[in-house]
């Protein structure tokens, strides 16, 4: 397949235009970190998008970054550290789930996915820090969208849109995202526990309270046994973690105001080992080493998590093929299944549609991927707006196409 | 300002239409008389006044479809309307017009603290949603200060912000689900009690497009369990550039108050004689930093505020020792517009957003501006977020003030464009803003947002000549559409 690396912004808009009067398909690729998040992509080239790297501007005390889009996450992370900040939304890090090495993702990447990790419950996801981009649509068009500020309702939120849109709208070129001052401490508390109904009132005991819960994840007994923190790992039981972050004695504080029930088996992590553990829980494949299984990525209101995982169980050949953990408080469900047949999509969505929210597979096969929605089947009126949505920024459909919704050919 | 013109064939068939409506929505859920539809004629941007052709006050979704159905297959246009406190003109009716009162959406409907979230008709105000969930202790997070008034459904509009979304989020943030009606009467709903999308954020699109894209008629928030503790400090400076650094200072250090106003020398006295806050009058900036939290972490702060303060040259700091005096520095900011409505007829409140560290600069501006075109100017200042809202001062009555105004208000977002902001940080561009767009997006940035309007409203039908310059002026004035002798976007529907 022909690679295509424009150098410049003038380069893309023309290599993407004339793509569109040739009518060929094109994948867009800047890390290559998530190729294989979503459908397999039907392109007839690649759209090499690398040489859109490095920090534009940032002035951490503006709480702006502004980068050219295929910036690798890496660089933005120590950028960010030197002035103790941080992308709030806490951007996973996908790679080994795809058997791939750690930290080849980008900053455009974890957009154009919309990629947010355990701090959502308290931050938001990157849709909610990312503000402003300039690129390509389908039309060969050079536009821009949001701005470089923090507060900004100047037209359409369009940033809000390419965020998750799977660079099947535009190609982006530069961007500009909102950073927040790092926290100085984090502290875990660890909560022992075998019920996921149980653990998951835990959780919002601990998120409904004023302590500013920035993490609320619960392990079930049989991958506590997986994580390299040997607190979680040789507790014996499933285990509710609830993540405070802060200054030193603030986090103390909230630490105490979160008393439990003196019979609970219970612990607090210090910081490094906190670090660890969210980390693993955020990049998924530490808790779910499982690398031949489907991975489902489940969001769900919170108090529904254990019926989807019910549910996918219930239709699973074994039980065992099943491997679940829960974040965001329970409304957050990463599925390991078993990868033949559907990978228990008709179960997990049927489960998703009775409580309302959206599973994505975010791991399986091809074969699986093609005939599988990855993505949330949308209703009808929805999934016609969503077209007509496609078409205002690619109407001859050649960015990214087959990568959200099966699309027929030309 | 130049509004679409009115179309002659549904004035003409006006009898016709509003018995039709009175089908859809029996009884007093349609307004035809003249004196009653008066009070629709304007929002909070006053200086506009528009009589609507008629007025429909829905009470259920499914009128609210059977309206937009019969509108589009009749290409009546509407407009939709909350509380009417849009400062940008948003909710303006056109004399060809239905405008569509939200007001009797007016109930909660579902209190799910498991799930940390409010679901409520459109048409609750802000401040009703709080009011449903505090006395279990929770909030909902953005409280733009109009929040006794105005409507939920118009805050998804204009994802409105207040002095706390520094820390907790504009609307947009704080929005889980919506249940919208498109102008072809199709009921859709995006979100709900679960995070994020699965498909197109089409939610982060529809809050914020001004009711452009589509009439909100149920919205699911999230609630915020209130911070343990709540702690302000005022501090005086005797320049706003001093105040400026603190600021810079305060984000600096890795501090996100909940709250971080300033105010110039005539917003505090204004302020003050309206509120009696206590502000000091020997200043040039007020500062209110608001920290929350847990009990512990808010004293830290509030040392390392002070601290920061009197490195940063404050001539005063106090801080508040009570919860009524919290409330009552808080009190003066949140009367600045009145404040200001006490001391001159009229007052133009602008609202762009800039780089923080140009504030100095554009103060300095906006202060050469008022001399140049003759009229008064105070500053508040959602200073956190850049968010500068100049309040110009004039007389209505005479029409030159009111030009001069405007023209006063353009200058000042251009110069907020120019040092890197945008013409609006939570008013909405409405038809205030709407001729300013292109100092901000050319053409093709703009054609893009028209074709995703397109996508939602195929006939423009739904609140047109707000916020995009009228499409068939820019025809007229060629300069947009034709460039290089070729026919731009000769393929957008023209409205
Ligand atoms: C004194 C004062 C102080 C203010 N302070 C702030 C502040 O601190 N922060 C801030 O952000 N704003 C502030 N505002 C502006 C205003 O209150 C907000 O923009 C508010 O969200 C408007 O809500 P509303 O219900 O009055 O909407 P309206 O004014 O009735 O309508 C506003 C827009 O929303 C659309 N709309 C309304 N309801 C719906 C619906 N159900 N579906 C689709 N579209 C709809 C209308 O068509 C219109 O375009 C202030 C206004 C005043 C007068």
């Known amino acids: ?410 | 300002m130049k509004m679409p013109a009115p179309d002659e064939a549904v004035l003409s068939r006006r009898m016709q239409i509003v018995a039709d409506l009175r089908r859809i929505v029996p009884g007093e859920g349609v307004i035809d008389a003249e004196e009653e539809r008066r009070a629709y004629e304007c929002d909070a941007l006053s200086a506009y006044r528009q009589l609507p052709m008629v007025v429909v006050l829905p009470s259920t979704t499914a009128q609210v479809a059977a309206v937009l159905r019969y509108c589009h297959e009749n290409r009546v246009r509407v407009v939709p309307r909350g509380a009417g406190t849009s400062l940008s003109g948003g909710a303006l009716p056109l004399a060809d017009g239905v405008l569509l009162g939200m007001g009797k959406f007016n109930r909660i409907l579902d209190v799910d603290v498991a799930n940390r979230c409010v679901v409520a008709q459109p048409g609750v105000t802000n401040l009703g949603i709080t009011n449903a969930v505090q006395h279990l202790g929770y909030y909902y997070a953005p409280d733009p200060s109009s929040q006794i008034a105005c409507t939920i459904g118009g805050n998804v509009a204009e994802n409105s912000g207040g002095v706390h979304c520094l820390k907790y989020g504009l609307t947009t943030n704080n929005v889980l689900g919506v249940e919208f009606v498109t102008m072809e009467g199709e009921v859709l709903r995006l979100g709900g009690k679960h995070l994020d999308a699965g498909g197109y954020d089409m939610l982060g699109i529809v809050v914020g497009s001004e009711g452009l894209l589509g009439v909100v008629t149920e919205v699911t928030v999230r609630i915020l369990r209130k911070p343990e503790t709540a702690r302000a400090v005022l501090i005086g400076f005797p320049s706003s550039e001093a105040g400026g650094e603190c600021v810079a200072a305060v984000i600096g250090a890795g501090i996100i108050p909940g709250g971080m106003e300033m105010m110039d020398r005539p917003a505090i006295h204004a302020a003050e004689a309206f509120a009696k806050a206590g502000y000091p009058l020997d200043v040039e900036a007020l500062l209110i930093v608001e920290l929350d939290g847990p009990a512990g972490e808010v004293d830290e702060l509030i040392q390392a505020v002070e601290g920061i303060a009197r490195q940063h040259g404050a001539t005063h700091v106090r801080i508040s020792a009570s919860e009524e005096e919290r409330l009552l520095f808080w009190a003066g900011r949140k009367s600045a517009f009145p404040a200001i409505g006490r001391i001159s007829p009229d007052y133009l409140c602008m609202d762009g957003t800039i780089p923080r560290g140009r504030l100095s600069e554009v103060l300095r501006r906006i202060t050469q501006l008022s001399a140049e075109h003759r009229l008064r100017v105070a500053n508040v200042f959602h200073a956190g977020d850049g968010n500068l809202h100049p309040l110009i001062m004039f007389d209505a009555n005479d029409p030159d003030e009111l030009t001069r105004a405007e023209a006063f208000g353009a200058d000042i977002l251009r110069t907020c464009v120019e040092v890197g902001g945008v013409l609006t940080g939570e008013h909405g561009v409405g038809i205030e803003k709407r001729d300013l767009m292109d100092t901000m997006f050319d053409d093709t940035d703009l054609a893009l947002q028209l074709r995703l309007k397109c996508a939602f409203d195929a006939e423009g039908l739904l609140n047109p000549g707000k916020v995009f310059p009228v499409l068939h002026r820019c025809a007229e004035l060629g300069r947009v559409i034709v460039r290089g002798g070729k026919l731009r976007f000769a393929d957008l529907p023209r409205f």
């Open chain 1, 1 to 410: 397949m022909e690679t295509i690396r424009p150098a410049s912004v003038a380069d893309l808009a023309a290599a993407i235009a004339s793509a569109q009067g040739a009518g060929t398909t094109l994948a867009l690729t800047g890390g290559g970190s998530k190729r294989a998040l979503g459908r397999p992509v039907d392109a007839a080239a690649t759209l090499d998008l690398s040489a859109f790297s490095g920090i534009v501007d940032y002035q951490p005390s503006e709480l702006v970054l502004t980068a050219r889009a295929a910036t690798p996450m890496a660089e933005i992370a120590d950028a960010l550290a030197g002035a103790h900040q941080i992308l709030a939304f806490e951007p996973p890090d996908l790679g080994r789930l795809y058997g791939r090495k750690p930290g080849g993702g980008t900053l455009g990447g974890a957009l154009a996915a919309n990629l947010a990790g355990p701090r959502r419950v308290k931050s938001g996801a990157a849709r909610d820090h990312f503000l402003g981009f300039s690129g390509v649509s389908g039309r060969g068009e050079i536009f821009k969208g949001g701005a470089k500020v923090v507060k900004n309702v100047t037209g359409y939120d369009l940033p809000k849109l390419m965020a998750g849109s799977f660079g099947t709208l535009a190609a982006f070129d530069t961007v500009t995202v909102k950073v927040m001052p790092a926290p100085a401490e984090v502290l875990t508390i660890l909560i022992g526990g075998n019920d996921a109904h149980a653990a998951i009132r835990h959780l919002a005991w601990a998120l409904n309270s004023p302590c500013e819960v920035s993490g609320a994840a619960y392990l079930p007994a049989e991958l506590t046994c997986h994580s390299s923190v040997h607190l979680v790992r040789g507790c014996g039981t499933g285990v509710a973690a609830i993540r405070l972050e802060g200054t030193a004695n603030s986090v103390a504080a909230r630490a105490r105001a979160l008393a439990t029930d003196s019979s609970l088996w219970r612990y607090e992590l210090p910081s490094e080992l906190s670090r660890t553990l969210w980390a693993e829980i955020r990049d998924v494949v530490d808790i779910l080493p499982y690398p031949a299984s489907a991975v489902w990525r489940v969001s769900v209101p919170p108090t529904a998590g254990p019926d989807v995982v019910d549910a996918a169980r219930a239709a699973a050949a074994s039980a065992q093929d099943v491997a679940a953990y829960y974040d965001w408080g329970g409304g957050l469900v990463w599925l390991a299944t078993a990868p033949g047949g559907d990978s228990g999509a008709a179960a997990i969505r049927a489960a998703v549609a009775r409580c309302g929210g959206h599973a994505t597979l975010v791991r399986a096969p091809d074969a699986v991927r093609a005939l599988v929605p990855v993505f949330e089947p949308l209703a009808g009126p929805l999934a016609a707006l969503a077209a007509r949505v496609k078409a205002a920024f690619d109407p001859a459909r050649i960015l990214n196409r087959g990568r959200m919704v099966a699309e027929p050919g030309p």
